[in-house]
């Protein structure tokens, strides 16, 4: 079976004295073949999603700020225990204090819901007794930069606090132990500093160190202690070249180390993210990340070792029409697990987008999406093909 979205999006821009208000509203009808993503209890089923938005801003001299909240509520017509409702409130500000210094802040604060068969509840087959895993996660982050566009150097300075907590969760007919996901809470600190040098007119070196710490608050005597603290080194450059070619490019070394004393894990890691437009009409972008993850949620193995790429391709044919493609493929190793894990990923999205007038527009999409694993109940595949109406005010 495919997949099939009719989405209206209405948005209109109120001004209240010196705020801005930006309300959006988007409505979308699907047939999903593959809600739980398990091949092994394949079903479909019809999928309601509304999802209005609300934004305030204001700007002042050297000062921006807005706050926007959000819903997203998701309803499955033959699956209602699937049914969920995300609520998230969210703010930034930029400051601009001097031509040399700047400061901007963000923060967060999710009521959400995973759907069965995602995250913690990934390859159940007890999909009939299971529920959306609910949980609250708040975050907030700062970034310091000094240094005047153009300079020969620029430092930049990160650090960011969140935390995560889960609710208890109990099933029929048989209800489960109350902290079935407790020992998934965390909190999470990150440090980290980039420094930028100008090799060339559109082109800088850098440097950067992150630092992360992730605490989990509760700890069950069958599952091993996963609080561990991280630090990645690397080395890269990013650049801009005649206007055609923009890219970073991130290599290097990741030190993990467990709280309980588990050997130290040193591997490689880093990320390439280039963008090239040979065309004012026509661009293509490539992405590759390699991220070597502590090991949360499955066996006994010490780190993931995950590998991402992606290749996408965006064509302006008209003033009205547009056509994208992206391309996907991915591994995730669970090193050391008992018995040792892997899974394969790839993906696959075609679409055309008309504009016929300033606030109508039309998208037709396909999208391919499958997982092997050698644990059985992680395969999955899913076809979805999108037709998308979207309206603005």
Not at 90 to 109: A, C, M, P, Q
Not at 220 to 235: E, G
Not at 364 to 370: E, G, K
Not at 375 to 387: C, E, K
Request: proline share 3%; net charge positive.
């Amino acid at each position: 079976m495919c997949c099939m979205v009719v989405k209206v999006d209405a948005s209109q821009v109120v001004r209240l004295g010196p705020i801005d208000l930006n309300p959006r509203l988007s409505i979308s009808e699907a047939y999903n073949d593959n809600v739980f993503f398990i091949n092994s209890q394949k079903n479909g089923s019809w999928v309601t999603t509304i999802n209005p938005r609300l934004q305030f801003t204001r700007k002042w001299n050297r000062l921006s700020f807005d706050m926007s909240y959000s819903l997203t509520d998701i309803r499955y017509a033959s699956f209602s225990q699937n049914d969920t409702t995300n609520n998230l409130l969210s703010s930034s500000s930029h400051w601009v204090f001097n031509y040399r210094n700047k400061l901007d802040l963000t923060s967060s604060l999710c009521f959400c819901q995973n759907p069965i068969g995602t995250n913690l509840t990934q390859g159940s087959v007890d999909t009939q007794n299971l529920k959306p895993v609910k949980y609250t996660r708040n975050n907030y982050q700062a970034t310091y930069q000094f240094g005047a566009q153009g300079a020969q150097g620029n430092l930049i300075f990160r650090a960011g606090y969140s935390e995560t907590n889960y609710d208890s969760q109990t099933t029929t007919p048989t209800p489960l132990v109350l902290t079935r996901y407790s020992y998934q809470d965390n909190y999470n600190i990150n440090l980290g500093g980039t420094f930028l040098y100008k090799v060339m007119p559109k082109t800088q070196a850098l440097f950067e160190i992150n630092h992360i710490i992730l605490k989990y608050a509760n700890k069950q005597a069958t599952i091993l202690n996963n609080s561990y603290y991280q630090t990645n080194y690397l080395f890269g450059a990013t650049w801009k070249a005649a206007g055609k070619t923009t890219g970073t490019i991130k290599l290097g070394m990741f030190d993990l180390q467990y709280d309980d004393g588990r050997k130290t894990n040193l591997g490689l890691t880093g990320m390439i993210n280039v963008t090239w437009q040979p065309w004012t009409y026509s661009g293509f972008t490539l992405t590759a990340i390699q991220n070597n993850l502590p090991n949360i949620g499955i066996g006994t193995g010490s780190y993931i070792n995950q590998k991402q790429f992606s290749l996408g391709w965006l064509h302006t044919w008209s003033p009205r029409l547009n056509s994208q493609l992206r391309l996907m493929a991915g591994t995730q190793n669970y090193v050391g697990t008992t018995p040792e894990t892997s899974d394969t990923s790839m993906g696959m999205t075609v679409g055309l987008s008309y504009r016929m007038r300033p606030w109508l527009g039309f998208g037709l999409n396909y999208t391919y999406n499958r997982r092997d694993s050698n644990r059985n109940s992680y395969n999955y595949d899913q076809n979805m093909m999108v037709l998308n109406v979207n309206l603005t005010l």
